[in-house]
C-alpha cells in the first residue's frame, strides 16, 4: 500500500512539474520582452527597435508559438488542434516580421553611423537566426496545405518540422543572449540584473527543449 501511494503521488509531482515549468517559462519569455521593452524605449532611436523586436520575436512570439502545443501550459488548451496549428503559424508569421524589422534596423543604423555590419558573434549569428527563422516557417506550410507534399509522410514531416524549429529556437536564445553581453546592455543594468536576465533565454531553452524532446519521446513509446 505504501508504495502504490509513492507511485500515485511520483505522476502527481511530475504534473506539478509540468506545470510549474510552462509557466514560468511563459513568465521569463514576457518578462525579459518587457523589460528590453523599457530599457531600449522603441522609437527614440533607429537602434532602438533592434533590441526590442528581435526579443519581441524569439523571447515571446516563438516562445508562445510552442508552447500552444504544450499539454501542460497551453492558454489554448481546449481548442482543436486545427486552431492551435492555424494560430501558431500567426505567431511565427509575427515572429518572422518582427525579426525581420530587427535586422532591417539595425542594419540601418549602422549605415547611418558608418559602422561595418556583423563583425560580432552577435551579429553574425542573428542573421543567420532571421534567414533560419523565416525558412523553417515557409518550410511548415505544407503541414496546413497537405496537397502540397502529397506522397510524403505527414507524421515525418511534423517531427522534422519540430525537431528544426527546435533548433531555431535555440539559435534564437543564443542569440538572445549574446544580445545580453553587448555594451548597450551591460551598461544599462547592474550585475544582478544581467545575471537574472540571462536565466531567461537559458531557461526558456531548456524548457521548451525538453517540451519537444518528450512529445516526440511519447509519441514513439506509444506507437511501439
Not at 45 to 50: I, L, N, P
Request: include cysteine; glycine fraction near 6%; charged fraction near 10%.
Amino acid at each position: 500500500m505504501a508504495h502504490s501511494k509513492e507511485t500515485e503521488a511520483e505522476p502527481r509531482l511530475f504534473a506539478f512539474a509540468r506545470v510549474a515549468s510552462a509557466v514560468l517559462t511563459h513568465f521569463l519569455g514576457i518578462s525579459l520582452t518587457g523589460f528590453v521593452a523599457l530599457l531600449a524605449r522603441p522609437g527614440t532611436s533607429w537602434f532602438s527597435w533592434h533590441p526590442f523586436l528581435m526579443t519581441l520575436a524569439f523571447s515571446f512570439f516563438m516562445t508562445e508559438a510552442i508552447l500552444l502545443f504544450s499539454p501542460h501550459g497551453s492558454p489554448m488548451r481546449r481548442f482543436s488542434y486545427k486552431v492551435k496549428r492555424r494560430v501558431h503559424w500567426m505567431l511565427q508569421c509575427a515572429c518572422v516580421t518582427c525579426a525581420a524589422l530587427g535586422l532591417a534596423a539595425i542594419f540601418y543604423n549602422k549605415h547611418l553611423h558608418g559602422k561595418p555590419h556583423f563583425t560580432s558573434w552577435h551579429g553574425l549569428l542573428g542573421v543567420i537566426t532571421v534567414c533560419v527563422v523565416a525558412v523553417q516557417s515557409l518550410a511548415a506550410v505544407p503541414l496546413i496545405y497537405h496537397s502540397l507534399v502529397k506522397g510524403w509522410s505527414l507524421a515525418k514531416f511534423k517531427r522534422y518540422h519540430a525537431t528544426s524549429g527546435l533548433v531555431t529556437y535555440l539559435f534564437g536564445s543564443v542569440s538572445l543572449l549574446l544580445g545580453l553581453t553587448s555594451g548597450w546592455f551591460t551598461k544599462s543594468v547592474g550585475d544582478a540584473t544581467w545575471y537574472l536576465a540571462a536565466l531567461c533565454p537559458i531557461l526558456c531553452a531548456l524548457i521548451i527543449m525538453n517540451q519537444v524532446t518528450s512529445a516526440y519521446v511519447a509519441k514513439k513509446r506509444f506507437q511501439s
